[in-house]
């Protein structure tokens, strides 16, 4: 079927409005947002329903049409961008965006796969529950983007991953055909749990249109600190005794060096680093309680207490308002984006055991400044569970060009590290094209062909996302 033919019979299904073939129109859907993939499409598809999807599926499936999903086009790793051909449609689910259901009884929520994050977490916040997911891109992420990549977030240590907070799935094959499991059930053990081959699979199995989300009570208090420490060993042992007192309220423990703390005071308004003096690491703990704000606020302190006694906290400032603890996650979440006013950067995101983190930052220390004496490592994240979100900004007043030439050197010393360490070559940004065609040094060679079975039996004339994650053949 020739170009023409195709979209007629796009347009027929979603209205030429919702068939985007002008080059401005399509724009922003085709770049990554760090500027490291751009594509081109034959048209941006913006179905308006499940069965519009299913029709569209359907027509790429006849056609060989290859089908790139695409939500809020916040991902890191090039999974919802097509290649250069321009032979794919891009799926957009930006008109998926109803609440289908909300239960404050079986706390679930059922959402339809364009509903942007941060809607999802203030609507349930309005019935006092809580959804844990949070990231900083949830004001544009969508929750069917952040499914396909299994995202993580400051809320993992606690509540879990992506696929640890979705009970149900509703979703389009290639095909065409709908698999409803929009299941409510906290127990259902009736054969394959098969939302999980959906979730972290970047699309390229199927599309994701809704899904049923956990909820859990609304905290009746929060505390938030800023902690000063000399090291990540202190860092670690101060997590320890965190956990320890605190158990799973200790809702957040996140790790920020010296220099990120810099860089982000400087580059993002607002940002200002809590401490009278600075210190080599800082961390950014949170406790969660069912109780009240007092009694968050009177653990916090007994952890911190501790840490000033053992030498594992050299400072401390507790939040003594929500500003002031919008003010600390600010310190925290802008971490990424002060980094762009200082150029080049080569980003990573690993997971090593927790407590291997203070030897396997030492390890890529070395490693990176043997490659690069002057580098600035910008290596900060989610300490509590493993998940490293390791950054080397350039030196002051190199060439940007000149050092992101040395990610090629640089990416796979970090990632050897952190396979040697026990971790992963991504923790929540997914593999997309970035890492594809590392997937062969991570995963075994039975696990990589059963990736590549269930490929191919899912998507047979392979339309999904071709060349995200696996390679068919």
């Not at 952040?146 to 907070?165: E, P």
């Not at 998940?387 to 030196?395: E, G, R, V």
């Not at 050197?409 to 952190?418: E, G, M, N, V, Y």
């Not at 923790?427 to 997309?432: M, T």
Request: proline fraction near 5%.
């Amino acid at each position: 079927m020739n170009r023409e033919a195709l979209l007629q019979r796009l347009i027929a299904i979603c209205g030429s409005a919702n068939v985007l073939v002008d080059d401005a129109d399509t724009a922003p859907y085709l770049k990554e947002r760090r500027g490291r993939w751009t594509g081109k499409t034959m048209a941006v598809v913006r179905p308006g329903t499940t069965a519009e999807v299913s029709q569209i599926l359907k027509l790429a499936s006849e056609t060989g049409t290859p089908v790139v999903p695409q939500g809020g086009n916040t991902g890191l790793v090039g999974g919802q961008i097509p290649d250069s051909s321009g032979r794919a449609i891009v799926l957009s689910t930006s008109r998926l965006n109803r609440i289908r259901d909300l239960d404050t009884a079986g706390d679930t929520i059922t959402v339809e796969a364009g509903v942007v994050l941060q809607t999802i977490r203030e609507t349930v916040d309005r019935h006092d529950r809580l959804f844990p997911l949070s990231l900083a891109a949830q004001g544009t992420s969508q929750i069917g983007g952040n499914l396909s990549s299994n995202a993580g977030g400051t809320g993992a240590l606690t509540y879990g991953v992506a696929r640890d907070l979705c009970l149900g799935l509703e979703v389009v094959l290639p095909t065409g055909e709908i698999l409803d499991d929009l299941n409510r059930l906290k127990k259902d053990n009736t054969g394959y749990n098969l939302r999980n081959l959906f979730i972290g699979a970047e699309g390229t199995l199927g599309v994701i249109t809704a899904a049923v989300l956990k909820l859990f009570p609304k905290p009746a208090g929060v505390a938030t600190a800023v902690a000063g420490t000399s090291s990540p060993e202190k860092a670690h042992e101060l997590f320890r005794r965190a956990r320890q007192a605190a158990g799973p309220t200790l809702s957040a423990f996140e790790l920020m060096p010296r220099i990120g703390v810099e860089f982000t005071t400087l580059h993002i308004a607002g940002a200002r680093d809590p401490l009278a003096h600075p210190h080599p690491w800082y961390v950014l703990l949170e406790i969660s309680s069912g109780r009240s704000e007092a009694d968050a606020r009177t653990l916090l302190e007994t952890v911190l207490g501790d840490g000033l006694q053992t030498g594992t906290v050299e400072d401390a400032a507790i939040a003594d308002s929500g500003q002031q603890r919008n003010d600390f996650w600010r310190l925290r979440e802008g971490m990424s984006e002060s980094q762009i006013p200082e150029g080049g950067s080569i980003k990573h995101d690993i997971s090593v055991p927790v407590d291997r983190i203070p030897a396997f930052m030492a390890d890529a220390e070395k490693a990176v400044l043997a490659i690069t004496p002057e580098a600035r490592i910008v290596a900060f994240g989610h300490l509590g569970d493993g998940n490293l979100h390791y950054n080397i900004s350039q030196p002051a007043g190199a060439g940007k060009q000149t050092f992101l030439s040395l990610a090629d050197r640089i990416t796979p010393a970090i990632h050897d590290l952190a396979r040697r360490f026990g971790g992963s070559i991504s923790a929540e940004h997914g593999v997309g094209q970035m890492k594809r065609d590392e997937l062969a040094a991570t995963k075994s060679p039975v696990a990589l062909e059963l990736m590549r079975r269930i490929k191919r039996a899912l998507d047979p004339v392979g339309i999904m996302n071709p060349g995200k994650v696996i390679l068919s053949d």
